[in-house]
């Protein structure tokens, strides 16, 4: 059974980074096809999606926080990151890593989410 | 990019049938599939309905999803409304490499 954990500071100073981890275990993050993603969620909100990598770390980013945002793939440990540079109290919001499940060359839907980490943005 | 746009809340009666509405600001609603997920209080979101209309397993058939090319939407209709079908309900479509998620519908079954 795939299960992802995020993990990093639930704390963050306005301007600073983010950083963030997911951890995926019971399978490989290179298993094809592979492709992994951040997703946010501030309070009382929707969802917003953050950006989507491959397990080869080629990555896409929504348009809004392209810029501020890196994800990057650790396929020795198992891992993908989250990188957000710039932070202000708008990006305080629980954060979800998860997999995108791919069939036949095509994404269908987002599966095996992690439990989300709640990040605060304030001083 | 466009937008999905869901309704805020709705509500029905226990036995009832709903349907969430999620309406695309641009482009067609059948270029690409739409996905619902439903998210219960301090959980995180799990996939009910994939392109369109077909429901992953594990998903009771009351649930049904539908396109409207018409009206540029789609729509999660759940029959036989159960006090567990009480939730959020977020659709989610895409576009090239960019993945959209509509603002969300909180679900009161009373």
């Known amino acids: 059974q795939l299960q992802l954990q995020e993990s990093g500071p639930g704390l963050v100073t306005p301007s600073e980074t983010l950083s963030l981890t997911c951890t995926v275990s019971?399978?490989?993050?290179?298993?094809?096809?592979?492709?992994w993603v951040w997703i946010r969620q501030s309070p009382g909100k929707g969802l917003e999606w953050i950006g989507t990598?491959?397990?080869?770390?080629?990555?896409h980013y929504s348009p809004s926080l392209r810029g501020r945002v890196t994800i990057s793939v650790d396929t020795s440990k198992n891992q993908f990151s989250l990188k957000m540079r710039s932070v202000t109290a708008a990006d305080t919001a629980v954060y979800y890593c998860?997999?995108?499940?791919?069939?036949?060359?095509?994404?269908?839907?987002?599966?095996?989410w992690g439990q989300g980490t709640l990040v605060t943005v304030s001083s | 990019n466009f937008m999905l746009t869901q309704p805020h809340s709705v509500s029905e009666s226990p036995g009832k049938t709903v349907t969430i509405s999620c309406t695309r600001s641009?482009?067609?609603?059948?270029?690409?599939?739409v996905q619902w997920y439903q998210q219960r209080p301090g959980s995180a979101p799990i996939i009910v309905m994939y392109?369109?209309?077909?429901?992953p397993s594990g998903v009771p058939d009351r649930f049904s999803g539908s396109i409207d090319s018409s009206s540029n939407s789609a729509s999660l209709t759940i029959s036989g409304l159960k006090t567990e079908d009480e939730a959020d309900y977020h659709c989610?479509?895409?576009?090239?490499?960019?993945?959209?998620f509509g603002g969300g519908t909180k679900l009161t079954v009373l």
């Open positions: 641009s482009g067609s609603i059948a270029s690409n599939h």
């Open positions: 990598t491959h397990y080869t770390g080629r990555a």
């Open positions: 998860a997999r995108e499940k791919w069939e036949q060359l095509l994404f269908l839907y987002f599966d095996n």
């Open positions: 392109e369109d209309n077909q429901r």
């Open positions: 989610q479509s895409y576009d090239n490499n960019n993945r959209v």
């Open positions: 019971g399978g490989s993050l290179g298993s094809s096809p592979s492709y």
